[in-house]
Protein backbone atom coordinates (compact mmCIF):
# COMPACT_ATOMS: atom_id res chain seq x y z
CA UNK A 1 0.00 0.00 0.00
CA UNK A 2 0.88 3.46 -0.75
CA UNK A 3 0.00 6.76 0.34
CA UNK A 4 -0.06 10.14 -0.74
CA UNK A 5 -0.84 13.36 1.23
CA UNK A 6 -0.97 16.43 0.30
CA UNK A 7 -0.55 19.89 2.31
CA UNK A 8 -0.03 23.70 1.61
CA UNK A 9 -3.56 24.38 -0.20
CA UNK A 10 -6.01 27.03 0.86
CA UNK A 11 -7.24 30.57 0.33
CA UNK A 12 -5.17 33.26 -1.32
CA UNK A 13 -5.64 36.30 -2.65
CA UNK A 14 -5.12 37.33 -6.63
CA UNK A 15 -1.25 37.66 -7.20
CA UNK A 16 -0.30 35.89 -3.99
CA UNK A 17 1.63 32.38 -3.76
CA UNK A 18 0.91 29.08 -2.15
CA UNK A 19 3.26 25.81 -2.16
CA UNK A 20 1.79 22.50 -2.32
CA UNK A 21 3.51 19.64 -0.93
CA UNK A 22 2.88 16.03 -1.57
CA UNK A 23 4.28 13.07 0.94
CA UNK A 24 4.76 9.64 -0.37
CA UNK A 25 4.88 6.39 2.28
CA UNK A 26 4.12 3.01 2.92
CA UNK A 27 5.43 0.22 0.39
CA UNK A 28 8.22 2.39 -1.71
CA UNK A 29 10.96 0.62 -3.68
CA UNK A 30 11.17 3.35 -6.12
CA UNK A 31 9.34 6.20 -7.73
CA UNK A 32 9.36 7.15 -11.32
CA UNK A 33 7.66 10.38 -12.39
CA UNK A 34 6.11 12.54 -9.58
CA UNK A 35 3.26 15.37 -11.01
CA UNK A 36 0.11 17.72 -10.00
CA UNK A 37 -3.04 17.42 -11.73
CA UNK A 38 -6.04 20.22 -11.20
CA UNK A 39 -9.85 19.62 -11.30
CA UNK A 40 -11.81 23.35 -11.50
CA UNK A 41 -15.55 22.96 -10.72
CA UNK A 42 -17.44 21.84 -14.69
CA UNK A 43 -14.06 20.98 -15.90
CA UNK A 44 -12.45 17.82 -16.34
CA UNK A 45 -8.81 16.67 -14.35
CA UNK A 46 -6.29 18.19 -16.18
CA UNK A 47 -2.18 17.95 -15.86
CA UNK A 48 -0.54 20.74 -14.58
CA UNK A 49 3.40 19.38 -14.67
CA UNK A 50 5.12 16.13 -13.73
CA UNK A 51 8.90 15.59 -13.07
CA UNK A 52 11.19 12.84 -13.25
CA UNK A 53 12.90 11.06 -10.63
CA UNK A 54 16.10 12.81 -12.08
CA UNK A 55 14.50 15.85 -12.13
CA UNK A 56 13.05 16.23 -16.06
CA UNK A 57 10.21 18.38 -15.79
CA UNK A 58 7.39 19.30 -18.34
CA UNK A 59 4.34 21.57 -17.98
CA UNK A 60 1.12 21.21 -19.88
CA UNK A 61 0.62 22.90 -22.36
CA UNK A 62 -2.86 23.68 -21.87
CA UNK A 63 -2.18 25.21 -18.87
CA UNK A 64 -1.11 28.80 -18.46
CA UNK A 65 1.86 28.42 -16.48
CA UNK A 66 4.03 31.12 -17.86
CA UNK A 67 6.85 30.62 -15.57
CA UNK A 68 3.71 31.21 -12.53
CA UNK A 69 3.94 27.58 -11.72
CA UNK A 70 7.54 25.32 -10.73
CA UNK A 71 7.15 21.66 -9.77
CA UNK A 72 9.74 20.16 -7.89
CA UNK A 73 10.36 16.85 -6.11
CA UNK A 74 12.72 15.66 -2.89
CA UNK A 75 13.76 12.19 -3.28
CA UNK A 76 15.44 11.45 0.00
CA UNK A 77 11.69 12.29 1.17
CA UNK A 78 9.66 10.88 -1.59
CA UNK A 79 8.10 14.30 -1.91
CA UNK A 80 6.91 16.74 -4.82
CA UNK A 81 6.17 20.36 -4.51
CA UNK A 82 4.27 22.73 -6.27
CA UNK A 83 5.24 26.47 -5.98
CA UNK A 84 2.64 28.90 -6.84
CA UNK A 85 3.05 32.02 -7.56
CA UNK A 86 1.45 35.69 -8.84
CA UNK A 87 -2.01 33.33 -8.71
CA UNK A 88 -5.28 34.13 -10.41
CA UNK A 89 -8.54 33.47 -9.81
CA UNK A 90 -8.64 30.73 -12.88
CA UNK A 91 -6.18 28.60 -10.99
CA UNK A 92 -9.06 27.65 -8.11
CA UNK A 93 -9.75 23.32 -8.43
CA UNK A 94 -8.91 20.51 -6.59
CA UNK A 95 -4.91 20.03 -7.07
CA UNK A 96 -3.78 16.37 -6.87
CA UNK A 97 -0.65 14.54 -6.52
CA UNK A 98 0.24 11.66 -8.05
CA UNK A 99 3.72 8.88 -7.96
CA UNK A 100 4.23 6.57 -10.21
CA UNK A 101 5.31 3.88 -7.73
CA UNK A 102 7.15 0.61 -8.06
CA UNK A 103 6.42 -1.14 -4.67
CA UNK A 104 8.85 -4.25 -5.01
CA UNK A 105 12.19 -4.73 -7.05
CA UNK A 106 10.95 -6.54 -10.33
CA UNK A 107 6.93 -5.33 -10.05
CA UNK A 108 5.62 -3.09 -12.98
CA UNK A 109 4.89 0.88 -11.46
CA UNK A 110 1.60 2.02 -10.40
CA UNK A 111 -0.03 5.38 -10.03
CA UNK A 112 -0.77 6.76 -6.94
CA UNK A 113 -2.93 9.24 -6.26
CA UNK A 114 -3.39 11.80 -3.06
CA UNK A 115 -6.83 12.94 -1.93
CA UNK A 116 -6.71 16.20 -3.76
CA UNK A 117 -6.24 19.55 -1.61
CA UNK A 118 -8.54 22.59 -2.58
CA UNK A 119 -6.85 25.47 -4.24
CA UNK A 120 -9.41 28.78 -3.88
CA UNK A 121 -7.95 32.73 -5.33
CA UNK A 122 -10.20 35.36 -4.36
CA UNK A 123 -10.34 38.47 -3.10
Known amino acids: QVQLVESGGGLVLPGGSLRLSCAAS????????MGWYRQAPGKERELVARITAGGRTTYADSVSVEGRLTIDRHNGRNTVYLQMDSLKSEDTAVYYC???????????????WGQGIQVTVSS
Open 98 to 112: YADVVSHWGETSHKN
Open 26 to 33: GSIFRIND
